[in-house]
């Protein structure tokens, strides 16, 4: 068994070293939450999931015409484009309205009178301090609303593939629309993602 | 074009929406308690996007429409919606 001596040289703190005589962590410490892991679904999963969709939307539409001959895809090439489209769609809704019925509440509840530890109220935790209060006066206000324009935007071009299928890529409005509407989207999901990251970074929703 | 069109002014509703909750000149009700009046002003934008599409449908199923104007419309209409989602911008009318 170690000294006293060495027991105090292995937990200073210049060294952030632990001996067995500093407390192992609790067996049953819980990892994640429930709330947590629906959050990292909502964030990582759905918003993850739209973003690469959305990109892999933006690149099919640009590579599948960028012939100067008339496109005529195969059906199954065709198929494909319009379930991307469609997938794209799905993941972007998912992720609006799982963020806005499940996520959301628990981040702004509304702690009880007198309470002095905030870290289960993300949004008071975050709105406490001056300095991580743009976080929800700005990040959070625009999370609130601007993933449902881009849902909007990747249901109409899903709508367009479903409707036109490769014709979307013969016709330049169509195809310069779409084109737009899935940049957009892109945009917008990227940006409302980082700021996701930033806000949970801080004041998680556990 | 009325997939289009109907986007572009769903997603205006969506700022325009913001607005007026910000200017107090109308607040929509929460239709879910938890998550605030972000429910109800969001459900009534997305109605209007799909009212929106069902007219512009209706009307436009038989008959060509010029997409020039359609498409300039439509992105004036997003760009101005998210235009009026942005903080600094909807707290002018605050």
């Known amino acids: 068994m170690r000294a006293e001596s060495s027991d105090a040289f292995w937990r200073d703190d210049h060294l952030r070293v632990h001996s067995w005589t500093v407390p192992a962590p609790k067996d049953d410490m819980e990892l994640f939450t429930g709330q947590s892991i629906l959050t990292m679904v909502h964030g990582i999963v759905l918003g993850g999931g739209a973003l690469m969709t959305l990109f ?25 484009l319009q379930w991307l489209l469609v997938a794209t769609a799905v993941l972007l809704w998912l992720a609006v309205i799982g963020g806005t019925y499940l996520v959301f509440p ?15 109220y993300p949004r008071s935790l975050i709105t406490s301090n001056p300095q991580t209060a743009w976080l929800h006066s700005f990040g959070m206000e625009i999370k609130e609303h601007v993933p449902w324009i881009a849902a909007i935007l990747g249901t109409a071009v899903a709508s367009i593939g479903f409707r036109h299928g490769s014709e979307l890529l013969v016709n330049r409005d169509v195809k310069r629309m779409v084109t737009v ?26 | 074009m009325a997939a ?44 209007i996007w799909l009212v929106a599409w069902l007219i512009l449908h209706i009307r436009w199923k038989s008959r060509h429409v010029e997409p020039r104007p359609v498409n300039l419309t439509t992105v004036v209409l997003i760009l101005g919606g998210i235009l009026l989602t942005f903080p600094p911008v909807w707290s002018l009318f605050g």
């Open chain 1, 181 to 206: 509407m899935l940049a957009i989207a892109f945009l917008l999901v990227a940006v409302v993602a980082l700021l996701g990251v930033f806000i949970n970074k801080v004041a998680p929703v556990d």
């Open chain 1, 56 to 80: 892999a939307s933006l690149c099919a539409v640009q590579i599948l015409s960028s012939s100067s001959e008339p496109v005529v895809l195969p059906v199954k090439s065709t198929r494909l």
């Open chain 1, 106 to 120: 628990p981040y702004r509840a509304t702690p009880p009178e007198g309470i002095t530890d905030l870290s289960q």
């Open chain 2, 4 to 47: 289009i069109l109907s986007a572009g002014i769903g997603a205006f509703a969506v700022g325009f929406v913001v607005i007026l909750n910000e200017a107090g000149l109308f607040t929509a009700p929460a239709l879910y308690g938890p998550a605030g009046g972000v429910s109800g002003r969001t459900t009534i934008a997305a109605a």
